[in-house]
């Protein structure tokens, strides 16, 4: 009977368990495997360099720049999408009319894929396009978007952040949902109105989302690609290359297998601490076992 | 009456984000429908077209297959859906509702995978699909395999689906395992049509997932008659880039059936259910 159970659970784990093997477990060892070799001299007899790669990188003046430019993206968009969102949400989540139409609407960017929206963008930033016209009639110079080092990488941040606010507004507004009325009715009762009853009631109550939310737009800047690809490749003068796009360009482009490998690993490290802050901190409820 | 003003107030704020939200859209429209006399780039911008024209969707469409890239991302984002559902299901359940040797591993092992991105891991995966032939150099089928493969099953679906067969109360179960029913008969017969509001909110989010995708197919994809929407339309973005009108016309057709699809499953994206769906 023991033994028949425990094969009725294999039996219904195997085929997930199949495809994450070769779709995940393999290619996760590869991947650090795949770093302690070199292909720069000979991409079909790799030299086992062991941490020669990682050293190569950090002393690469190229990918701490992508280090630096990944972090810079972070900081541009993660306080907007945690801020910004949540305002959305206390404004729709009060008693008004057409409530839907302004969540659909809102939540548009979200359902379209990021390559068109960067295309939109490309469109908007163009110097003579929409933004530079608004720009000039506001009284200042024309701004060279994607042209200018130091402003790529806020171009690219404001794609991103176009895209993700409904997103996130949506997850703040099932928070919303939990919050006890008789929370608000307690603190008007204390005299509390408007701002301050959401500073009282709402952020407290809902501060695990916020937390959630800070990580996981934290976790999905790191892995930016698809908007920088679309919109700059990573110029001008490398200010809006990121690491996966590090990555993509070494293991893609330049075919070097090791370099690229050593930078996912790096990435990986980087990651994973936010993750782990995710899984067993902010959400542990779900993963419990 | 100051209830009033402070929710005009509101409105005005609201309305203000959706126009915010929709003007890089319709300035893109504007645009498409925009004919060959008049400048794209006037100053001051003209938002209603002067030469009011379909002539750049029907050129984009006789020049790039776009109808091709629908029926390809949809494939691949049907298989993708299927294949998500099945799989996820199946081993959520014993991980809900099982007692075995080894279950922890196996839910570590799957927790784990959500730490990992796939951007760093995306390498090898290519080479895995390379050697499993999965690649539209040998076959369509296997084209779209080498798109559907990776994305197959992951661990937000999994433990979606656990958590729908943790709110099921056991006493079901045990009822049907009186009247005789095996693990197989009790999965499909019984638990599974109570889940059915996480497998719609799993299957949703999988397909505008799948079909938004970029970065996979973008690197796998040789053929252009296997090309997604995503890739398709990035594709055309740089071969045109000379004549915008182009590019925004294709890139709206692009996102019809995508839009078409939200507006008709809206209930589920805004009833605020997607609490579950939460990726990282």
Request: include cysteine; aromatic fraction near 16%.
């Amino acid at each position: 009977m023991d033994l028949k159970k425990n094969i009725g659970a294999y039996l219904f784990l195997l085929p997930a368990f199949i495809v994450l093997l070769v779709f995940f477990f393999i290619p996760f060892f590869q991947t650090i495997w795949l770093s302690f070799f070199s292909y720069s001299k000979d991409i079909y007899s790799p030299d086992f360099i062991f941490l020669n790669n990682y050293i190569e990188l950090i002393k690469s003046p190229l990918f701490l720049k992508t280090i630096f430019n990944t972090f810079y993206f972070l900081i541009l968009c993660v306080p907007f999408l945690v801020i910004f969102p949540l305002f959305l949400a206390i404004l729709i989540n009060q008693n008004i009319k057409c409530k839907n139409i302004y969540k659909i609407i809102i939540y548009l960017p979200v359902i379209i894929s990021i390559v068109v929206v960067a295309i939109a963008f490309k469109w908007l930033y163009a110097p003579s396009g929409l933004l530079n016209f608004f720009i000039e009639k506001m009284g200042f110079n024309s701004i060279g978007w994607l042209s200018d080092p130091k402003i790529s990488m806020i171009s690219v941040a404001i794609v991103t952040i176009f895209k993700g606010v409904g997103y996130y507004m949506m997850i703040y507004l099932s928070a919303l949902m939990s919050v006890p009325k008789e929370l608000y009715e307690a603190a008007e009762v204390d005299g509390a109105t408007g701002f301050k009853k959401h500073m009282l009631v709402t952020i407290p109550h809902i501060m695990p989302m916020i937390a959630l939310v800070s990580t996981i737009s934290s976790i999905s800047a790191l892995k930016v690609f698809v908007e920088i690809y679309v919109m700059t490749r990573g110029g001008p003068l490398d200010s809006t290359k990121t690491i996966v796009y590090y990555i993509y360009e070494k293991a893609f482009e330049n075919l070097d297998l090791g370099l690229a490998s050593a930078g996912a690993v790096i990435l990986l490290f980087i990651v994973m601490g936010f993750s782990i802050l995710n899984i067993f901190v902010f959400e542990k409820d779900k993963y419990k076992v | 009456m100051k209830i009033r003003i402070k929710n005009i107030f509101t409105h005005i704020i609201l309305i203000f984000i959706c126009l915010l939200s929709l003007i890089p859209f319709l300035w893109l429209l504007s645009t498409a429908l925009k004919g060959r006399s008049e400048n794209i780039f006037a100053y001051p911008p003209v938002f209603i077209p002067k030469d009011f024209t379909f002539d750049n969707f029907k050129e984009v469409l006789k020049l790039v297959p776009i109808i091709r890239y629908v029926i390809n991302s949809f494939i691949v984002a049907a298989s993708t859906v299927v294949l998500n559902v099945i799989l996820s299901a199946l081993a959520a359940y014993p991980l809900a509702r099982m007692e075995f040797k080894g279950k922890k591993i196996a839910f570590f092992a799957i927790l784990a995978t959500i730490m990992v991105p796939f951007q760093t891991i995306m390498l090898p995966i290519y080479i895995i699909t390379l050697k499993l032939h999965l690649i539209d150099s040998y076959s369509i089928t296997a084209g779209y395999l080498g798109m559907i493969m990776p994305f197959a099953v992951n661990a937000f679906g999994i433990f979606l689906l656990r958590q729908a067969f943790l709110t099921i109360p056991k006493e079901i179960e045990e009822s049907a395992v009186i009247d005789g029913c095996n693990s197989f008969q009790i999965f499909f017969k019984l638990l599974l049509p109570m889940i059915k509001p996480s497998v719609a909110l799993l299957a949703i989010f999988t397909f505008i997932g799948s079909w938004g995708e970029f970065l996979w197919p973008s690197i796998v994809l040789t053929n252009e008659k296997l090309f997604t929407l995503p890739v398709g339309i990035n594709n055309l973005s740089s071969a045109f880039s000379s004549d915008y009108r182009l590019v925004a016309a294709g890139s709206i057709v692009s996102i019809i059936p995508i839009v078409i699809f939200f507006l008709a499953l809206q209930k589920y994206f805004i009833s605020g259910s997607t609490e579950g769906a939460v990726k990282g």
